[in-house]
């Protein structure tokens, strides 16, 4: 009787399993397979940020050269570890960590590098203050003639050519 | 053949030496027989220069692989095309073509100025002679097209030694814009030597007016123009043959041409202010001479190996004497200049910061700080070496950061500049001028806004080239609508007519339009797409609006390379609008070096840009990488629209021309007849 009873609620429990197995099965089968994570935007911006070492000097994203020796086995890391769910930044720094700063192809904006980017704006800058200084400067001050320069060529000449810009 | 080469070069350089002390004690002693033979003398180097470049493209045709140059850049099964335009495929070669454009154009100066402005010749023949003399030092003695090749014996001792075959020139070369973009980049690089002879005249001779100014006008536009049209086809050989789906990768030879063309650009606009206003003196004289030894910066960074680049001659040793002749030259012009200040004075003074003087100065301003965001970049890696003792890199991430809003400034400048009147600008005609470019502008970036447009750069860039589009139609709108009023003509007639009437300030107009259409191009980066898949016959990819499907893979053999070749159609719309078939190519001189043949359909709105990237590790499958590059259409009719404005603003005229033969033929009477011209 006992061993019946066992049976009989194991045997629901059985069935209800099955039950719920056929259901997970049906639902695997009608939903869309898992897609893999759409990763080209980050790994773009990967391949731009970082230098081939092969000595092209050129960015990842750049080196043209079939099978190179470095651009290949890394690009390959980058997309496999974009896959892992690694971002952008934690790849880069641990190539910066095995290649040194120049693997970066900007430079960064820490101590000395920083006066690369902060340069070119300074001396715009400085030039806009020069050129408005200059600008005053010319406003205020009166006309000063130099000596006339000797003409170089036939003065009839000459008048003419004035003449004729005159009219165009 | 290689020694009467060396000979020919030694000739000439024994004749421009001569040209560079007798055109100088001419000036001195006052005689003109001693210049005239100097003059002379510069163009006997230039037929010993041909001579020499004969040589070398005779040994070059027959290949004697003797001949050190001819063994590195070429091979017995290379077509006779390229065989003669490994010319410029090595070092040694393209000094001989750099020296053999410098020798032509003094030639062409002197043959030009013969009977003009003998008061300057002496010293620009002089300037010319000592430039080319610098170059043929060089080319003789440190990097000689024609140094042969040798062995050396067990016994120690060494003989002449001609290999079987050839190393074969350098497979990215092998493409028709890169085989005419080296010299069209000379002709670029070098001319602008013309305009600073005629300044450094100017300064000794302390003829200071506008008269070198005009005298080299044209010299510097075709300069300018030789440099931007270099620079464009060398922008296009990137994009065709090097596969990344790009034009500029800010690399460092690059931008060695782009900086001179830039500087170039500036003294282009900043001599009108002279012209018309005696004013900027100094300043023109200083950019002709920036803009001088830019040129031959960029040479030095091309051949000195002090920055890595793939464009570069790597092993060559001239850049310290590159080094020592840029200081020589920067210090003589500073002091010439220093000395002549007095001279120097503008003749009139700037009657309002709101006029068309201002703006120049601003547009100077802005090209030169682009000029020198370009030089710190690319010589940053050099200084941070020193400072830090690490050699980094600076690519285009910093280019386009820094250089972006730059270039945003000087296209909204090249709106506003032809809005400003010359001496002064009223508010009222300011308010009238801008109004309606200013209304396209704002209707062009809401219309941005509202189509879910949110980059900051895009929308500034599109509302900017509206604004300079605009205010050019504007321009022609008004004058032609005079000429009609005046004239009668109809209207095609009238744009026809106002333009050939003015070129200089029309065909300027028509170059500022280039420029916009450039902008149009460079702003669609922001949209580029890229996808790669390996793909076998059958496969399908998808980019864009296209669909690619593989249908066949081919491998081939010629003389010069093999190749494998895929096919792929494409369809956009479920129609079949397109057979592409990139190709890989392996040359066989050059050790199976790859090269690879992009598929391109290029439409206005966008192109597709299809790479065989290469085969997967198993050989079984085939890499392809399709780009979608929006507007870089834009890029190429731009540069084709730039290069026809400066064509307009080159037109000769027919009464100048009149004048000019009235001038020559009194003055050559008069130094037939031994009396001095002033």
Redesign the interface.
């Known amino acids: 009787m006992n061993s019946q009873a066992t049976y009989g609620r194991e045997h629901r429990i059985l069935s209800g399993l099955n039950g719920w197995l056929l259901l997970l099965c049906f639902w695997a089968a009608a939903a869309p397979a898992a897609a893999p994570r759409d990763i080209?935007r980050e790994y773009?911006e990967a391949c731009?940020?970082l230098?081939c070492q092969c000595?092209?000097?050129?960015?990842l994203?750049?080196?043209?050269?079939?099978?190179c020796s470095s651009a290949t086995p890394m690009r390959a890391e980058i997309r496999e570890r974009l896959q892992k769910g690694d971002t952008v930044d934690l790849i880069v720094d641990s190539f910066v960590v095995r290649y040194?700063?120049?693997?970066?192809?900007?430079?960064t904006t820490k101590?000395?590098?920083l006066s690369?980017?902060v340069?070119?704006?300074v001396?715009?800058c400085l030039?806009?203050v020069v050129?408005a200084w200059?600008?005053?400067r010319?406003?205020?001050?009166?006309?000063?003639?130099?000596?006339p320069?000797?003409?170089?060529?036939?003065p009839r000449?000459e008048e003419?050519?004035k003449e004729?810009e005159k009219e165009? | 053949m290689s020694n009467f080469g060396t000979f020919c070069l030694l000739l000439a350089l024994c004749l421009s030496l001569y040209g560079l002390f007798a055109s100088l004690l001419g000036a001195v002693l006052k005689q003109h027989r001693i210049v005239r033979s100097a003059e002379r003398a510069a163009i006997a180097s230039c037929a010993g220069i041909l001579l020499a470049l004969v040589s070398l493209l005779y040994l070059l045709a027959t290949s004697d692989f003797s001949v050190t140059h001819v063994a590195q850049s070429t091979s017995r099964d290379l077509p006779l095309f390229y065989k003669l335009a490994a010319l410029w495929g090595a070092h040694d070669g393209s000094m001989l073509l750099w020296v053999f454009v410098t020798a032509v154009f003094s030639g062409i100066v002197v043959f030009q100025n013969r009977f003009?402005?003998r008061?300057?010749m002496p010293y620009v023949v002089a300037v010319l002679m000592f430039n080319l003399s610098f170059f043929l030092i060089l080319n003789i003695f440190l990097s000689n097209p024609f140094n042969e090749l040798v062995q050396v014996l067990p016994d120690g001792t060494m003989q002449k030694f001609s290999p079987p075959d050839g190393r074969g020139l350098n497979p990215l070369l092998q493409y028709w814009a890169m085989i005419i973009h080296p010299p069209i980049l000379y002709l670029g690089f070098i001319g602008f030597v013309v305009p600073f002879a005629f300044a450094i005249a100017a300064l000794i001779t302390?003829?200071?007016?506008d008269?070198w100014i005009r005298t080299t006008r044209r010299w510097t536009l075709v300069t300018w123009l030789f440099l931007g049209v270099g620079l464009i086809l060398g922008g296009k050989w990137a994009y065709v043959e090097?596969?990344?789906g790009?034009y500029w990768?800010w690399?460092p030879v690059e931008n060695s041409s782009l900086m001179p063309w830039l500087a170039g650009t500036a003294f282009l606009h900043s001599v009108i202010v002279q012209e018309r206003k005696g004013?900027l003196k100094v300043w023109n004289v200083l950019l002709v001479v920036i803009t001088y030894l830019l040129g031959i910066f960029g040479t030095f960074i091309t051949r000195s190996g002090i920055i890595?680049?793939?464009h570069a001659f790597a092993d060559s040793k001239l850049g310290i004497f590159f080094l020592y002749y840029m200081l020589l030259v920067l210090g003589g012009s500073l002091f010439l200049i220093a000395d002549r200040l007095?001279?120097?004075?503008?003749?009139?003074?700037?009657?309002?910061?709101l006029s068309r003087e201002?703006a120049f100065?601003?547009n100077n301003?802005?090209l030169?700080?682009a000029c020198?965001?370009v030089l710190?970049?690319t010589m940053?890696p050099v200084l941070?070496n020193w400072?830090?003792g690490?050699?980094?890199?600076?690519?285009?991430?910093?280019f386009n950061?820094?250089g972006i809003p730059?270039g945003l400034m000087l296209l909204l400048l090249t709106g506003v500049g032809p809005l400003f009147a010359w001496r002064k600008t009223s508010v009222e005609s300011l308010k009238k001028a801008f109004l309606r470019p200013m209304i396209m502008a704002l209707l062009v970036c809401v219309a941005l806004l509202l189509a879910g447009m949110r980059n900051f750069y895009v929308l500034v860039s599109f509302t900017l080239c509206m604004f300079v589009l605009v205010t050019i139609a504007q321009e022609f709108w008004k004058g032609t609508r005079v000429r009609i009023g005046s004239t009668g003509e109809n209207f095609a007639r009238a744009l026809v007519n106002l333009t050939l009437?003015?070129k200089r300030r029309y065909g300027g107009y028509v170059v500022h339009l280039s420029v916009v259409l450039i902008f149009v191009g460079l702003t669609g980066n922001a949209f580029n797409r890229?996808?790669s898949q390996a793909m076998v016959p059958g496969d399908e990819m998808q980019i864009g609006r296209y669909t690619l499907k593989m249908t066949d893979y081919h491998e081939g053999d010629t003389p010069n390379y093999q190749y494998g070749r895929a096919t792929l159609e494409v369809y956009s719309g479920g129609k079949l609008i397109r057979t592409m078939q990139p190709e890989?190519r392996f040359y066989k001189a050059s050790e199976g070096q790859?090269t690879?043949e992009v598929a391109l359909y290029s439409k206005p709105l966008e192109d597709l840009y299809v790479?065989l990237?290469?085969t997967s590790n198993d050989g079984k499958k085939y890499e392809i990488t399709a780009h979608v590059n929006p507007l870089v259409w834009w890029v190429w009719f731009g540069a084709a629209v730039m290069v026809a404005g400066t064509l307009i603003t080159l037109l000769p005229?027919k009464?100048?021309s009149f004048?000019?033969a009235?001038?020559t033929t009194?003055?050559a009477a008069a130094i037939e007849t031994g009396v001095k011209?002033?």
Not at chain 1, 55 to 59: A, I, L
Not at chain 1, 138 to 147: K, N, W, Y
Not at chain 1, 149 to 154: G, K, L, Q, S, T
């Open positions: 080209s773009k731009d940020r230098v000595g092209c000097n050129e960015q994203s750049v080196c043209a050269m079939q099978n040194g700063k120049k693997v970066l192809s900007a430079p101590g000395f590098d690369a980017w340069m070119p704006f001396v715009l030039g806009l050129v200059v600008a005053v010319m406003a205020r001050s009166t006309a000063e003639t130099v000596e320069e000797p003409p170089a060529v036939d000449v003419e050519l004729f165009s | 003009r402005y008061d300057m302390r003829q200071l007016g008269t090097l596969g990344w790009g990768a690399d004013m890595n680049s793939v007095v001279y120097l004075k503008s003749e009139r003074r700037l009657d309002s910061v201002s100065l601003f301003l802005l030169l700080v020198f965001a710190w970049g940053f941070s400072v830090e690490t050699k980094i890199t600076v690519g285009p991430p910093f950061n820094v730059i009437k003015n890229e996808t890989k790859s690879t790479v990237a290469g005229d009464r100048a004048a000019t009235q001038l009194a003055e011209v002033r």
